[in-house]
Structures are given as structure tokens and as C-alpha cells.
């Protein structure tokens, strides 16, 4: 069964281009959400094996989307990859993205093979 | 004592210089008193039976010639303001004399009477004024332009606040086109569904990079004060899209006031951008650690009814009722301005954000960037609800030159100042 991954991110143009990307490299299933007044509905009914977030945004930041999947038993557990063009993808070494888990940070521009070799790490782990 | 050596005393004793010649005995000085004899350096003795070419240059001698002849055609009494005698120690003496036809029917002679006045100090003191006068037009002037200066300074700290802002809104299209990049390197179908979506996604991308970027290059720009009528309308879309990602970040809504058919107002985009910039940045600096974060952006034209006391000293000189302005809000959901703020807000160098967070120059620039406008900016507190209201006044009228600036530096100036004040001293000293 194709995994789910979620994108939120107020950047329609941005959600959509990496969901064509992703269909067509590998076998999964991407929803996208540009509302992040919406995102927590989004991610209920979607059920997401992951999710995309972007940290910037009109509304509900991605930090507040994170704290509330957090407070939330039946959400806290999706494993989580933030997106930021906040940080500098010098400051972030190949260690550090090693260790997946639900506080990944990667920098935008997103670099697809990153994103993907996390997508694959994060899925297996959870898996397991 | 006979007649005459009493009216020779009397006019020996007068403190104005007085002389007559002889029109009918060839100009010949017949008259020549003791103060004439001071103002001139020329003794009575030598002057009496000499007429002015005897006595001065050819020069100058023409010219009394002149002003005689003048004086003898009208028949009256007749102010010569100023005229310029050299005298024996090659002093310049300016004396004003007034000159005065004489004809005694009995005997038939024509003489001109003339009485003069040393004005040398006050010609000297006139000139001293014009001179210090033209300095004070060059200072002015170059202060204008050092005004400019520290508004060029104040928008360079303006676009450091920017520029991490500006950046990240100029990633998210480079990341967009990064996206199309993977997706076509993977290959490239031609019945591909999703080619014409990428491909006009990655074209809007260049599209908004380019709009962001050539934003922030017109809003560096360096240039003299040039006013053009302008769209308020179009200033504030530039203004919203350089303060986007600082609006997004912290979460604050904005609302858009602008009514239908502004006339248009005589701008200078960059500068008017810096103080939108200014006022908006402030706005979302105090709005910080609010609540809800709401800034309402309102323009409208109005028609001043009542210029009263209450809208202080600037508005009063500024505008009178009737005339046509338009109004520009920018209204923060903040706590306000604190009362111990209030009359300090625009002193240059005061700000209530911790060092290194702002030099405290901004308002103070903004509002001379607002007078250079002929226009007023004033901040309150906001009557209706919590918050500060920033209220910029422009006239809509094309304003007769009330400020020109010419582009010029002050280098320019300064050598231009040099310069004429030496051609002056050269004149004063030849």
C-alpha cells in the first residue's frame, strides 16, 4: 500500500510541485494543504504516514501545528520533517538528518534526494 | 564780517558735504566746504576754479558729466543713491548725493548744487550681508542635501531589517524552481498531464523573484528627491510585498482600505516606501506581544473643512480648509504609544527597542520625508480600540516649488561656495 504523505504549506505552487515529483518517483499517496487554519482537520481525516511542514506561514505557524499534534494522543505519533528557508542548508550537516525522527528540519530550496532518503528512513523506522 | 564769510562759515559748518559748479563757467566748482573737502581728500583750494576732469579720472568725471546733464534736462532736484569717488589715498568713498539745478535769473548763471553723504560703511555693511546671506542660502542647501543623506542612511538600516525577509521571499520561488528542475530531469513526456502545470509554475517563480528583487534594487536606489504624480495604491502593494515575510512570520492580518479613484499625489515612490516601510515594520514590532495582530491600511481623499487648533502648528501652516488632501492610516491592534512616549516618538535618536534592535531615527526621518512632501505625519493612539494610528496628510495639488532640491553633491557645493566667494573678494579689493 502506497504510503501517505501530507504537505502543508501555504505556498500552493510549492505543494504542487513536490507532489508531482513524489507520485512520480515513488509509490506514494500526497495530499496537499494550503491552509494551515485547516491543517489539523486535514491531517484527521487524511490519516498521513507523514508530514511536510513548512515552519512560515499565514495563520497557525508550523510550530503551533507541531505543539498541537503533540497534545493530541491519537496525532503526536506522525513522524514529522519541517521545511524552512529560515535556516541555512550549510547549518545542517548529513549527521543530523541521519538521525530521523518526528523533529527533522530540512532547508528549502528542498534538495528531492535528501527529502527522499528521509522519506525512506522515516517510513522503514516506522515500519519496524 | 561781510556776507559771504558769514554764509562760508555757515557752510563750513554744515556736517553733509556740499559743492556747486558752475554749468555756465564750464562745470568750474565755485562752492567746496570742509566737509567736502574730508569726503574727498581734496583741499577747497584746489578745487575751486577746477571742474571734474580736473580733479578725478575721465572715468568718473563722464559720469558726473552725465548725471549733471541728466539732472539740468529735468530741472529738479535729483538723488544720485550712489556714487563712487576714488580719493587721493585711493580710498573708495560711496557717497549718495542729491543734486540740485540752480538758475539765478538776475545774472543768468546755472549752477548745480550737490549734497552728499559718506554711505562707504553702510554700502560695506550691505554687502556684508548679501554676502552672509548667500552663505546662509549655501548652508541651508547643503543641509537639505545632508538631510538627504541621513535619509539614504536611515533606509540602508531599513533594508538590513528587510533583507532576511526579502531573501526567504526570493527562496521560495528559487525552491519552486528547483522542483521543476528535478521533475523534468527525470524525463520528459509529451502526453506528460503535468507539463503545462509545471511549466507555468516555474514561469510565475522567475516572475515573483524578479518582482521581489527589482523591488528591493528601486527602494535602495540613491537619488535626489524626484516627485512624480503617483498611485498611493501601487506604492502600498510595493510596500506589502518588501514587508511580506515579516507580515507572515509574525502573523499578522492585513486589511486593505484603499478607496476607488485616489487622485494622484505628487511622490517620490522611494522615499514615500521607506516611511510605509517604517510605519509598517513599527507597527508589527508592537504588535509583538499582542493578542491579535491586525493592521488596517486606509486611504481616502477628503476636502479639510476645519483646520482646527487641535491639529497642531504643521497642519495648520500646512493646509487650510478647503484644500483637497488625501489620507493615509496604517492602524495597529498593539498596546498603543505609553503617555511618557508621546512627545518624544519623533525626536531623532529616541526608541524604545533595545539596543542594536533600531538607531531610533526612523520617525524622525519618516516625517521629514513626509514635510519634503509639503505633508504632515502624526501618531496616536487609536480612539476605538487598543492601538497606535500613523496619519499621513499629502496635498493633491502639484505644489508650486516649495522645496528644490537639486541634485547635486556636496562636494559640488562646496567648491561652487569657494569659488564665488573669491570672484567677490577679487571685485571688493581691485
Known sequence: MAHKILLIDDEAGFTQLLKMNLERIGDYEVEMENDSLKALATIRRFQPDVILLDVVMPGLDGGDIQARLQDDSKLSSIPIVMLTALVDSTELSEGAVAQAGSQMILPKPVDLQLLLRVLGEILSKAEE | ?430
Request: charged fraction near 25%; hydrophobic fraction near 40%.
Open chain 2, 1 to 430: 564780517m561781510g556776507n559771504s564769510s558769514v554764509i562760508e562759515s555757515v557752510l563750513d559748518n554744515l556736517p553733509v558735504a556740499l559743492f556747486a559748479k558752475e554749468v555756465t563757467d564750464n562745470f568750474r566748482f565755485v562752492v567746496w566746504n570742509k566737509k567736502q573737502e574730508e569726503v574727498t581728500t581734496i583741499p577747497a583750494e584746489r578745487a575751486l576754479g577746477k571742474n571734474d576732469y580736473d580733479l578725478f579720472s575721465n572715468e568718473s568725471a563722464d559720469y558726473f558729466r552725465k548725471v549733471d546733464q541728466s539732472v539740468l534736462r529735468r530741472g529738479k532736484a535729483t538723488e544720485v543713491p550712489e556714487e563712487i569717488i576714488t580719493t587721493e589715498n585711493q580710498r573708495e568713498v560711496h557717497l549718495r548725493t542729491i543734486k540740485i539745478p540752480v538758475h539765478d535769473q538776475e545774472t543768468g548763471r546755472i549752477l548745480i548744487v550737490g549734497i552728499s553723504e559718506d554711505v562707504s560703511e553702510q554700502v560695506q555693511s550691505r554687502r556684508q550681508l548679501d554676502r552672509l546671506n548667500r552663505h546662509l542660502l549655501r548652508a541651508n542647501e547643503e543641509l537639505q542635501i545632508t538631510q538627504l543623506q541621513l535619509i539614504q542612511a536611515e533606509k540602508l538600516e531599513s533594508i538590513g531589517r528587510l533583507a532576511a525577509g526579502v531573501a526567504h521571499e526570493v527562496k521560495n520561488p528559487l525552491g519552486l524552481l528547483l522542483l521543476g528542475v528535478d521533475y523534468l530531469s527525470q524525463g520528459i513526456l509529451p502526453d506528460d498531464p503535468n507539463l503545462p502545470t509545471i511549466l507555468q509554475q516555474m514561469r510565475e517563480a522567475v516572475g515573483r523573484a524578479d518582482r521581489i528583487v527589482r523591488g528591493l534594487v528601486d527602494f535602495s536606489s540613491q537619488r535626489a528627491l524626484t516627485r512624480e504624480p503617483t498611485d498611493l495604491a501601487s506604492v502600498i502593494e510595493a510596500v506589502l510585498l518588501l514587508a511580506k515575510h515579516e507580515i507572515v512570520r509574525s502573523n499578522t492580518t492585513v486589511e486593505l482600505q484603499i478607496r476607488d479613484g485616489l487622485p494622484l499625489v505628487f511622490l517620490d515612490m522611494s522615499k514615500f516606501e521607506q516611511v510605509l516601510i517604517n510605519l509598517v515594520i513599527n507597527a508589527i514590532q508592537a504588535m509583538e506581544s499582542s493578542e491579535s495582530r491586525h493592521l488596517t491600511i486606509h486611504a481616502w481623499e477628503e476636502i479639510l473643512s476645519n483646520v482646527s487648533r487641535n491639529e497642531g502648528a504643521r497642519t495648520r501652516e500646512l493646509f487650510r480648509s478647503g484644500d483637497r488632501v488625501v489620507i493615509l492610516e496604517i492602524r495597529d491592534s498593539g498596546p498603543g504609544i505609553a503617555p511618557s512616549d508621546a512627545n518624544r516618538l519623533f525626536d531623532p535618536f529616541f526608541t524604545t527597542k533595545a539596543t542594536g534592535k533600531g538607531t531610533g531615527l526612523g520617525l524622525s526621518v519618516a516625517r521629514r520625508i513626509i514635510e519634503l512632501h509639503s505633508g504632515t505625519l502624526s501618531l496616536k493612539n487609536r480612539t476605538d480600540e487598543s492601538g497606535a494610528v500613523a496619519r499621513i496628510v499629502l496635498p493633491t495639488k502639484i505644489p508650486t516649488s516649495r522645496v528644490s532640491i537639486r541634485s547635486v553633491s556636496v562636494e559640488a557645493l562646496k567648491e561652487e561656495a569657494s569659488n564665488s566667494v573669491d570672484t567677490k573678494t577679487k571685485k571688493l579689493t581691485s
